[in-house]
């Protein structure tokens, strides 16, 4: 677990208050989130639920720096970064955020475990030993220690996923957030992939920001946020 996490359980790594969003052009133009306020915790795990179209995977596409919303503001841990410039988002995207989405987008032609030191290498807080050693160590945690030399497409789709949330935990971020990360699974391997991601997420002290359309996970999460025509319900 990071120091930060050890000495904050609870605290809040995540915040966005009155943020809009709107996407299209002229008449088509839609206003999809209408003031958005949320926060996420520090070993938390919050399920964001709703209709399709309502905003969701918006507001998670601008919780992770990857969009810039209208109006509003997002901190992470407690720096302001909604109206930073490019360079500042990509540096806080690499040091404080994982992703996990519904297609666990792996570079097919690495293995497993250069797959997951990829991150590390973007960031390039680690020398190379410590890199390989933090990559095999994650994924042993998530029962992938026999293949970390595979191909991605010598890997199951459960098994991609799994490379997948190591990846997202490679640099220890303050949050993950997951779109749909057991979308494209069946049943046991999605119930695997919420238990190895909320558990693991859980004993770094990482908050935890889900959207899903499976009400049975969403019944597992810490809190459940419902969402509804760009607003929460």
Known sequence: MSSAAKQNPGAVALR???????????????????????????GEVCAIVGPSGCGKSTLLYLLGLLDQPDDGQIEINGALMSN??????????????????????????????????????????LAPEAMQARAHALLDSVGLGSKTHRLGTQLSGGEQQRVAVARALANQPAILLADEPTGNLDGKNSGLV?????????????????VTHNPEIAQRCDFTRPMRDGVFV
């Open 16 to 42: 966005c208050t009155g943020l809009h969003r709107s996407l299209g052009q002229g008449e088509g133009r839609v206003h999809v989130l209408k003031g958005v306020t949320f926060e996420a915790r520090r």
């Open 84 to 125: 930073s410039d490019d360079l500042a988002r990509t540096r806080a995207r690499g040091e404080h955020i994982g992703f996990v989405f519904q297609f666990h987008f792996l570079m097919l032609e690495f293995t497993a475990l250069e797959n997951v030191m990829m991150p590390m290498r973007k960031l390039g807080r």
């Open 194 to 210: 919420f238990d190895l991601l909320t558990h693991l997420a859980k004993e770094q002290g990482q908050a935890v920001v889900l």
